[in-house]
T-cell receptor, first 114, second 105 residues
Framework: GAVVSQHPSWVICKSGTSVKIECRSL??????MFWYRQFPKQSLMLMAT?????????EQGVEKDKFLINHASLTLSTLTVTSAHPEDSSFYIC??????????FGQGTRLTVV | SQQGEEDPQALSIQEGENATMNCSYK?????LQWYRQNSGRGLVHLIL?????REKHSGRLRVTLDTSKKSSSLLITASRAADTASYFC?????FGTGTRLTVIP
């Protein structure tokens, strides 16, 4: 079946630095990718929806300048956490969608900002 | 869950019939999502409906959202044996316990 690869699986960075997370669809063209954040003991929170070649649609309360999303190709979307702070520490997950609604999840990235 | 619930917990239907699953939640939401999980596999995102939308269709799937009642439903029409799976609804604050759907060939 289709596979979505997310990299890195974990990252530790210093406060004030930026971190890029990649989400790749390995064997299909993903017209839409979703980025989620999961807080401890809470559900997945949708951060943004990105369509290839266009600007991402951010959910209410998500800072566009803080979480930069790029979906330059049908197989790659990136999420960059800019000027990271300890409160950005979280589990970030992407999912990639074929034409239609079915989407597959990446394995997630654990970000720790120290 | 204190944040919401799904019903029924289990549903068994004949192939070709329609299946309806319901989800209720307790907090205001920006969006609600439905997922499917086949046995031993990961979650598959099915459909997202935003708080300002009332209905959304995709193929054999139809999702409704009633924010005044804080509820959503997922309808699968003309079910197939391959639709056998667990279906979950999720909001920012709640991930349901799921409805186990069995479609009998």
């Amino acid at each position: 079946g289709a596979v979505v690869s997310q990299h890195p699986s974990w990252v530790i960075c210093k406060s004030g630095t930026s971190v890029k997370i990649e989400c790749r669809s390995l064997d299909f063209q993903a017209t839409t990718m979703f980025w989620y954040r999961q807080f401890p003991k809470q559900s997945l929170m949708l951060m943004a929806t990105s369509n290839e070649g266009s600007k991402a649609t951010y959910e209410q309360g998500v800072e566009k300048d803080k979480f930069l999303i790029n979906h330059a190709s049908l197989t790659l979307s990136t999420l960059t956490v800019t000027s990271a702070h300890p409160e950005d520490s979280s589990f970030y997950i992407c999912s990639a969608s074929r034409q239609g609604v079915v989407a597959f999840f990446g394995q997630g990235t654990r970000l720790t900002v120290v | 869950s204190q944040q919401g619930e799904e019903d029924p917990q289990a549903l068994s239907i004949q192939e070709g019939e329609n299946a309806t699953m319901n989800c209720s939640y307790k907090t205001s939401i920006n969006n609600l999502q439905w997922y499917r999980q086949n046995s031993g596999r990961g979650l598959v995102h099915l459909i997202l409906i935003r708080s300002n939308e009332r209905e959304k269709h995709s193929g054999r799937l139809r999702v409704t959202l009633d924010t005044s009642k804080k509820s959503s439903s997922l309808l699968i029409t003309a079910s197939r044996a391959a639709d056998t799976a667990s279906y979950f609804c999720a909001t920012d604050y709640f991930f349901g316990t799921g409805t186990r759907l069995t479609v009998i060939p």
